[in-house]
């Protein structure tokens, strides 16, 4: 860790030297290689192209910005495309994520959820955007069918996107992309098995029409459904998306609308320990009790407009919604060191609500030797949680990690608040933001300097279960900075320096803390602000390239510190402050490469090294402890080579390994460092005129039986048992 502590010395003062000097390094250095257009359109409805080897793209959504090249945009990204997740067979998001050396998968607490940690802080899959609208996407889990880009934005974003609705957001963002239709008409078919008797089906079509092809319509239904990897858990899902576009010289469209049911029986769960972690047990057994299920139907779309009001200046609006119902019975468990588990029913009712919204204004300008291009936004996101919920009684009933027993399910009478089948509404959260940004260009494009701010309120109201009568709630507002500058001195190469934060909401206060009052009692703390200053360099030499970045994120957190201590004697107890004086502090060093650098040969991947400390806690004890969850180091390699004695035939190998995690707080209990080997073959081919591709892929080829990840869900432990061997067939053709 002590190259990391110095590399945090550094980084702040190098991204400001690099700030300062990059005009005067520019002026001293060598004639550089003539440069195409550095800043890309910021279009929001155009992508931009894959780079050699078709795995990732040139660019990406870069919030407010729209969309840029990657050597252009001095913030860390990665983009990846529709046929990484085609060619990997891909179920869902979590499954294209697993190529991303700086992001790990887990689950959310005490549910199914999907959740990514991204730099050492948690992305909730509801705090995915879509096409640049938050809140949109399905909540639980989106199936790979519906996205034409996975694009990952590493580093506090507040600035850019604004605040993620649900509070996450700190160490990166996840914006997906919905498909459209190409230049050439496709029909594409596939059906494909996998798990124990899991079959599937998909379909793709997508053709353009009018003048000049303007018009672009694709549809895209897939089902799944049969038991998978794991003994008796089994899944059902269906999708539908349909997306429609316009490509005009100056006025572009797209509309998008998708249906997503998702049920899972018998899901196995995560499991907290009591104190020390159980041994793994087969990666193939199901712990979960049979009459257990997870079950959610969302209906869901975007529509997004940007119009060239002339050669300088373009307008644009999108708007979003999402009505989603969800059921659960639920008994996810406790484990003691020898495997013993206990557990209790948890039956929850939701609907969900959302509408989302964003405006702005794009205007490109020249000032004596400065080019500027000033943006301006506006966006707001309103949503109504409806809920209710219902549990068993506490002191449950036992059961086994490594023998299961089956209990029929207990009456979930002990507690309960609301209809399950009518819940009310629990909550309403309104985010509205207004941001400004100056894009100045310097040096023939070489030298671009971003500066901006947003201006942003949260407005949170909470009610109470069952009678619906207001309980709570908070209202702040925020201003979050953004600075950062890239210099490309050659075509290849990129330097950038970036400060940024993001925001969280803020705390309230309790009536007492260990004990002791809390003189500001129901106070409700200013958002979360986390600081991020990052530097990096960027190379692409056209078919192979890669990023190296630093970076140093703080994230407050409560803190209470005693302002008179207790008086046993005169029976006086203590008291003390509550306030925003925690601190999280995170530290690391990213690389990742990826491209073609021999032809028929591809490489995906990196390696993360990360520092997470506390610094400041609500618990003394804690000071200077590691976060839960957060290993020291991990890397993704994933390496595709084409045969060339056998026309058409791809073998491929991915390696993910994680170092060992904190798995509690005061760092006494510890998860072991894990890896994982995946291996895959695919043949393409030509049978009766048509195209024609069989793909095979194994994962966890060697069937390792291990926890992958703990907790996720800030101050939580529970553990992932990582998935079985599992193999995937398909074959896809098209007409």
Known sequence: MLCLRRASVLLTASALALTLASP????????????????????????????????????????????????????????????????????GIGDVLQNDPTVRVSKGFGNFQELYIVRGFPVYSDDMSYNGLYGVLPRQFVAAELVERVEVFRGATAFLNGAAPGGSGVGGAVNLVPKRAGAAPLTRLTAGWEGRDQAYAAADVSRRFGQDDAWGLRLNVASRDGESAVDNEDREIRVVGLGLDRRGDRARFSADLGWQSNRLDDPRPQVTPNGAIPAPPAADRN???????????????????????SDAVSVWAAVGARDGKERNSLANPRADADGSLSAYRFDNGRRDQVFSADV??????????????LVASASQV????????????????????????????????????GSLTDPGVVGRVKTTSFAVADMLSFLDDRLIATMGARYQEIDTRSYVYGSGVRNGGYASDAVTPVFAVVYRPVDA?????????????????PAVINGAIVNNENEVLAPFRAKQAEVGVKYDSGSFGGTLSVFRTTLPSELFTLTSPADPVNNIPARGDYSAGGEQENRGVEL?????????????????????????????????????????????????????????????????HTGSQAANGANTVEL?????????????????????????RVENVADEDQWVAVGGYPGSNYLTLGAPRTLRLSVSTEF
């Open 24 to 91: 005067v390094l520019a002026q001293q250095a060598m004639a550089p290689a003539e440069l195409g257009d550095i800043v890309v359109t910021g279009s929001q409805v155009r992508l931009p192209a894959p780079v050699a080897g078709g795995q990732v793209a040139r660019g990406g959504r870069v919030g407010l910005l729209g969309n840029l090249g990657v050597m252009d945009t001095p913030f860390s990204t990665a983009n990846y495309t529709e046929k990484l997740v085609r060619d990997q067979q891909a179920r």
């Open 287 to 309: 712990f979960a009790q049979p009459w257990t299920y997870t079950d959610e139907e969302q209906l869901f779309g975007a529509v997004r407009a940007e119009f060239d009001v």
């Open 360 to 373: 702005g204004v794009r205007a490109d300008l020249t000032t004596g030797p400065v080019e500027h291009r």
């Open 382 to 417: 309103q949503s109504r949680e409806k809920n209710a919920y219902a549990f068993s009684d506490f002191a449950g009933f036992a059961s086994n990690l490594y023998d299961p027993i089956s209990v029929t399910a207990p009456a979930p009478t002990a507690l309960a608040a």
């Open 493 to 509: 190469l990129s330097l950038y320096a970036n400060y940024s934060e993001a925001l969280v909401p803020g705390k309230t206060a």
């Open 592 to 656: 990742s490469v990826f491209g073609e650098p021999v032809q028929g040969l591809r490489v995906l991947g990196g390696a993360t090294w990360l520092d997470a400390e506390i610094t400041r806690a609500l618990d003394a004890s804690l000071n200077g402890k590691s976060a839960i969850g957060v290993p020291d180091f991990q890397a993704n390699l994933n390496v595709e080579w084409d045969l060339r004695a056998i026309d058409g035939l791809t073998l491929e190998g991915r390696v993910v």
């Open 672 to 696: 072991e460092s894990w890896t994982r080997f995946d291996a895959g073959v695919r043949y393409a081919f030509v049978a009766g005129d048509k195209p024609v591709t069989l793909r095979a």
